[in-house]
C-alpha cells in the first residue's frame, strides 16, 4: 500500500517539534535527552483544556503541528488515534479511589478515561466530523495505527491523520509497565501527491519479529520503551531525505515493512 | 462509496439473556429481560445489571493462563459457544493463520483485575501484589492478543477502544483491511465486562437507572450496565463455505465534535454516521426493515438519537432498542447488537423493546414495545460512544 507523507508533528524527551527534531533524527546533530516539553494546545477553549490530562495535551500538540506543516485542513480529515498506554494518571486515580473507602469518582475524570479521550477532545477543538478511531497494540499501537490508516487511504482515497501517544505510568503501575517517558508525534498521510508531500510510504504486512534500530542510542533506548517512540526509525528516515528501508515490529512474528522514498 | 459486501459466515454471543444465538434468540422471542438489581462484587449502588452467571468458574485454557480475568473468561465463554472457535479453526486451514485479522472491541478490557489489584498494594511499598499481569490483563490489548492466542492466529490484530461505538467500528476496519488486501478474513467482535469504573462512573454522572432501564419511555431515567461477548468470522462471499450467510453491507463512521460524555442535541453526528452506512450499502433509508437503535435510555441519547433517526427514515420504519433485555454492554454493544440484528432477520422476528411503559409522545420514532413478525432483509444497528464517537452498521440477508 503507498501513502504520501504531507506533514509530521513531534513532542517528546529532548524532542520539540518535527522542524527543531530533524538534524538529531538525521543523526547531524547531537540528541540531548530532556523532559518533554508539552505546551498546552489552544485548540480548546481554557475550561476544556483545565479538564483535559496529559495523553489530550500530547495528542493535539502533535496533531496540531502535523496539520500546519501539511498545511491541510483538520476539520475535514479522519484520524487514527493509537495507544499502548492511555491516560495512567487516571487510571491511577480511579483505581486509587475505588480501592477505598470513599468510591464516588470524579465524573469528569470518568469520561476522560475512555481511551479515545484524545480523539473525542481532538474532533471538539478541530470541529471535525470525519471518521476517527482509536487503536491499541500495545508495543505495536504505532504500527497497528499506520497500518489501519494505510488501508483506509488505499480503500477510501481520502487523507488520514496517524496520531500516537503514550504517557509514562505513576506508581505502583509504573513498576508493572515502565515507560521511559511520555511521547507523541502525528503523521498526515495522503492518497496523492500533494504540494507538501515530501516522502512516499509503501507499507506492507510481513514475516518475521523485524525492527529497525535507532543508531543513537539514547534514542534507541527511547524507542524500544516508549510504545509511541516506535515510530522514530521511520521518523529517522524521513528525517534523512534518503531512500531507506525501515522495518516495525508487530506482535511476536510479524513486522511492518516500510520502504521510504523522498518525494519532491 | 459503496463496500464489497462480506460474509458474515459465524457468529457467537454470550449475554445475560444467553450462552449462545439460540438462547439469546429464545430470551429475545419469550421477552425474558436479562436484567437484576446489582449485587457484583463488592458494589453498593442502587442499580440493576445485565450479568452473566458463572463467569468465576470459567477456567482460562491453561496454556493462556496469564491472561486469567473476568473480560478474558467471557471472551473464551464467546469463543466456545456454538462451534465459533472450530469454524475459525476451518477457516484458518483454508486461508493460513497470517492471512486473518482480529480486530476487537472493549471499553474498559481486564480492569477489574487492576481495580482487585489496588486494594492488594503492599502497605509498605505501595506496589500491586506479584500476580498482577498488567499485559495480559490490564492493557486494552488483552483482549484481542488472548483472541489471536486462543485461535492461533497470526494476521495483523488490534483493539479498538472507541468507548460504546467500539465494536461496531470493527467491522470498518476488517472490511478496510479486507479490501486492501491485507488480510483474507477476519474475527471481529468485542468483550466488556462488569466492573467498579463502569459502574461507579455511570454512576456519578447520573447516567444509571434504578430501575431495569426503559428505552424511549416517559419516565426513563439511565442506563442499566450489562456485560457479554460477541464475536463474527468475515469473508468475501465468494470464498464463504456457509451457505446463507448473512452479509456485512454497509459501515457509516463519524464524530460528533460536541461534548465528551453528551450527545449532539439534533444527532448530527449521529445522522451523519447513518447517512454514510445507507451509501456504503448503495442503499436509501426505504431500504432498511428495522433499525436496532443505540437506544441506552438516558434523557439525552434518545431524544438525539430519535431526532437523528426521524430526520432520516421518518416515522414509519420500525425501531426498537434491546438494550431493556441485555442492558449497555458498552465496548460489547455493537457486535451484540449487530448479531442481534442477525438474528432478527434470520428468525423474522423484530424484538419489542422491553420496561418501556409508557413511550415518551416528544419522540417521533415508530419504537416497538412488543415483538413482531416479519420478513425481515436489512437492518440498520447504531452505536454511539463517549467521546462523540458514532458508528451504524447495515446488515442484511444473503438471499
Known amino acids: 500500500m503507498r501513502v504520501f507523507v504531507e506533514g509530521i508533528g513531534l513532542v517528546g524527551p529532548g524532542l520539540d517539534g518535527w522542524q527543531a527534531s530533524r538534524a538529531l533524527l538525521a543523526g547531524t546533530a547531537a540528541y540531548v535527552q530532556r523532559p518533554t516539553v508539552v505546551v498546552a494546545s489552544d485548540l480548546l477553549p481554557a475550561a476544556e483544556r483545565r479538564r483535559t490530562g496529559l495523553p489530550v495535551k500530547l495528542a493535539l500538540a502533535a496533531g496540531r503541528e502535523a496539520f500546519v506543516n501539511a498545511q491541510r485542513d483538520a476539520a475535514t480529515t479522519a484520524t487514527v488515534f493509537t495507544s499502548s498506554s492511555g491516560d495512567g494518571e487516571n487510571l491511577h486515580y480511579i483505581c486509587s479511589t475505588l480501592a477505598s473507602t470513599e468510591r464516588e469518582i470524579s465524573p469528569t475524570r470518568f469520561h476522560n478515561s475512555v481511551h479515545n479521550a484524545p480523539a473525542g477532545y481532538w474532533s471538539i477543538a478541530t470541529r471535525s466530523q470525519a471518521p ?115 522495518d516495525l515490529a508487530y506482535g511476536e512474528h510479524h513486522h511492518l515493512h516500510i520502504e521510504v522514498t523522498p518525494w519532491q | ?115 482487585l489489584a489496588y486494594r492488594r498494594r503492599d502497605p509498605v511499598t505501595g506496589a500491586l501484589p506479584p500476580d498482577f499481569r498488567y499485559a495480559e490483563t490490564q492493557n486494552s490489548f488483552s483482549l484481542a492478543d488472548f483472541v489471536q492466542s486462543y485461535l492461533g492466529l497470526t494476521g495483523p490484530a488490534f483493539v479498538v477502544s472507541s468507548a460504546c461505538s467500539s465494536s461496531a467500528k470493527v467491522f470498518g476496519h476488517a472490511a478496510r483491511l479486507m479490501a486492501a488486501g491485507v488480510c483474507d478474513a477476519a474475527v471481529v467482535g468485542g468483550v466488556d465486562s462488569l466492573c467498579l469504573t463502569t459502574l461507579y462512573g455511570f454512576q456519578s454522572l447520573g447516567l444509571t437507572s434504578r430501575a431495569p432501564c426503559r428505552p424511549y419511555a416517559i419516565d426513563r431515567d439511565g442506563i442499566s450496565v450489562g456485560e457479554g461477548a460477541g464475536f463474527a468470522l468475515l469473508e468475501r462471499p465468494d470464498d464463504a463455505s456457509a451457505p446463507g450467510a448473512m452479509l456485512l453491507l454497509g459501515v457509516g463512521e463519524s464524530c460528533d465534535a460536541y461534548h465528551m460524555s453528551s450527545p449532539h442535541p439534533e444527532g448530527a453526528g449521529a445522522k451523519l ?113 463517549f467521546g462523540g464517537s458514532n458508528c451504524s452498521l447495515v446488515l442484511g440477508g444473503a438471499g
Open chain 1, 132 to 246: 476517527s478511531t482509536s487503536l491499541c497494540c500495545r508495543d505495536a499501537s504505532f504500527a497497528a495505527g499506520l497500518l489501519d490508516a494505510a488501508a483506509q487511504i488505499a480503500v477510501d482515497g481520502e487523507p488520514v491523520a496517524v496520531i500516537t501517544y503514550d504517557q509514562a505510568y505513576p506508581q505502583p503501575l509504573h513498576a508493572v509497565r515502565p515507560l521511559s517517558a511520555s511521547f507523541g508525534t502525528a503523521i498526515v498521510l495522503t492518497a496523492q501527491p500533494t504540494a507538501q508531500v515530501f516522502a512516499a510510504l509503501d507499507v506492507s504486512y510481513a514475516p518475521g519479529a523485524n525492527a529497525t534500530p535507532m543508531t543513537d542510542s539514547e534514542l534507541d533506548h527511547l524507542r524500544a520503551t516508549v510504545p509511541a517512540a516506535r515510530c522514530l526509525p521511520l521518523l529517522a528516515a524521513l528525517a534523512g531525505g534518503t531512500p531507506t528501508v525501515v
Open chain 2, 1 to 115: 462509496m459503496t463496500m464489497q459486501p462480506l460474509a458474515i459466515s459465524r457468529y457467537s454471543i454470550v449475554n445475560c439473556l444467553g450462552k449462545d444465538p439460540s438462547a439469546v434468540a429464545s430470551a429475545l422471542g419469550a421477552r425474558r429481560s436479562g436484567l437484576a438489581p446489582c449485587d457484583f462484587e463488592t458494589v453498593t449502588l442502587d442499580t440493576w445489571i445485565g450479568e452473566v452467571a458463572g463467569v468465576d468458574d470459567v477456567r482460562v485454557r491453561p496454556d493462556l493462563a496469564a491472561y486469567d480475568c473476568r473480560n478474558n473468561r467471557l471472551a473464551q465463554m464467546g469463543l466456545e459457544a456454538d462451534g465459533y472457535a472450530a469454524a475459525v479453526t476451518a477457516a484458518r486451514e483454508k486461508y493460513g493463520a497470517a492471512r486473518i485479522g482480529v480486530f476487537m472491541g472493549t471499553s474498559t478490557s481486564g480492569m477489574l483485575q487492576t481495580e
Open chain 2, 273 to 385: 454516521a447513518m447517512r454514510q452506512a445507507l451509501a456504503s450499502a448503495g442503499l436509501t433509508p426505504a431500504g432498511i426493515d428495522y433499525i436496532n437503535l443505540h437506544g441506552t435510555a438516558t434523557k439525552a441519547n434518545d431524544a438525539s438519537e430519535d431526532q437523528a433517526v426521524f430526520d432520516l427514515f421518518g416515522g414509519a420504519t420500525p425501531v426498537s432498542s434491546t438494550k431493556g433485555s441485555t442492558g449497555h454492554l458498552l465496548g460489547a454493544a455493537g457486535i451484540t447488537e449487530a448479531i442481534i440484528s442477525l438474528l432478527a432477520i434470520e428468525q423474522g422476528m423484530l424484538p419489542g423493546g422491553m420496561h418501556t411503559l409508557a413511550l415518551d409522545p416528544a419522540l417521533r420514532c415508530h419504537y416497538l414495545t412488543d415483538n413482531r413478525e416479519g420478513r425481515v432483509a436489512r437492518v440498520l444497528t447504531n452505536s454511539f460512544g
